[in-house]
């Protein structure tokens, strides 16, 4: 088996990822990913092409690893299926009101920070751990009465997401613990994107746990276009010191920051047909020219190419079946 996303002979658990992909579409060599290390990985693909699926294929491959502790935010209740048959637990995302920064809370209820209702929204967050004790600030506060209405509002409108408490799931544990965000809008989300990525990196360098963590987002251009950017842009530049992995995966590349390209060491490319996320892609992989990479563009679903710059090479691949449904199917009349 050939092993991607490590130079030489990998030190730890590898995962079965698919098959080399020949010229006339038969399968070769059995390719693995390297699990042993952290990595930051991007998988892209439009619609239908894959994406999803070879992101549950990954989550499969992390649960049944015990020193490793995955995480994967599902933003369409594609992934509750993994729970037929590898180790993960299913729940809704819950968080502290205090995992989230306070200077995060105004962008989060769409509030100008420095505006008055955002700055008492501010000030709530730095001084109450919780949402209750927040929405109790804000009331017992000397702002004038339109202020206080508004933030408020605002506070109200947090807590009808549901996704504030002091009861969510262990994210630090043996198997996949796979977050279902599907129902809520963006904002809920990007808080829970944000929380999980902040406390599996400060689980790292605070010592808390000796499994090394991996966050696998799909739909990935809602958290980086939200309050949740800043985590995933600290695990992508800085994860790896202290072992944390970050896999995110989008139909839409050209919607991301080029960090998020440019700093993946995994590059999965399934079928791409947009000039704009082509053009993304290729800008922000300068080194593998449209001949090697975008002008072998795969076709089929399940096909992919793989960037792997651990070796500097590119890997036509095909991705191996699920050993567990796939939920992500579109539903078809007749």
């Known amino acids: 088996m050939h092993v991607i996303g490590h130079a030489g002979t990998p030190p730890g658990p590898v995962g079965r990822l698919g098959a080399y992909r020949a010229r006339d579409g038969s399968e070769g060599e059995p390719v693995g990913l390297d699990l042993g290390g952290p990595h930051a990985a991007l998988v892209v693909g439009k619609r239908g092409s894959g994406k999803s699926y070879t992101l549950g294929v990954l989550a499969e491959e992390l649960a049944t690893v015990d020193a490793l502790a995955p995480v994967l935010l599902d933003p369409m209740g594609e992934f509750a299926t993994l729970a037929e048959g590898v180790p993960a637990t299913v729940a809704p995302p819950r968080l502290r009101a205090d995992a989230l920064p306070a200077r995060a809370w105004p962008a989060l209820l769409g509030l100008e920070p420095t505006g008055a209702a955002g700055g008492l929204v501010w000030r709530a967050a730095d001084s109450r751990p919780t949402l209750a004790g927040m929405r109790a600030f ?193 539903p078809r009349v007749g």
């Not at 613990?177 to 990196?201: H, I, K």
């Not at 842009?233 to 991301?256: D, E, K, Y």
């Open 138 to 330: 804000v009331r017992d506060s000397d702002a004038p009465p339109a202020v206080r209405l508004t933030a408020a509002n605002h506070l109200a409108l947090a807590d009808e997401w549901g996704v504030f408490g002091d009861d969510g799931p262990e994210l630090l544990g043996p198997g996949v613990t796979v977050l279902d965000c599907s129902g809520l809008a963006a904002a809920p989300t990007n808080a829970a994107c944000r929380a999980v990525a902040a406390e599996l990196y400060r689980a790292r360098v605070e010592g808390r746990t000796d499994r090394l963590p991996w966050l696998l987002v799909d739909e990935a251009h809602v958290p980086f276009g939200g309050v949740a950017a800043p985590a995933l842009r600290r695990l992508l530049t800085r994860g790896r010191g202290p072992g944390v992995s970050l896999v995110a995966a989008t139909q839409r590349p050209s919607a991301l920051p080029e960090v998020a390209a440019s700093q993946s060491d995994l590059l999965v490319v399934h079928r791409l047909t947009s000039g704009p996320d082509r053009e993304a892609l290729a800008s922000a992989r300068p080194a593998y020219t449209e001949a090697s990479l975008l002008d072998r563009m795969p076709t089929r679903p399940g096909d992919a190419l793989v960037v792997d710059d651990a070796t500097e090479r590119v890997h036509a691949v095909r991705i191996r079946e699920r050993d567990t449904p796939h939920g992500g199917a579109s």
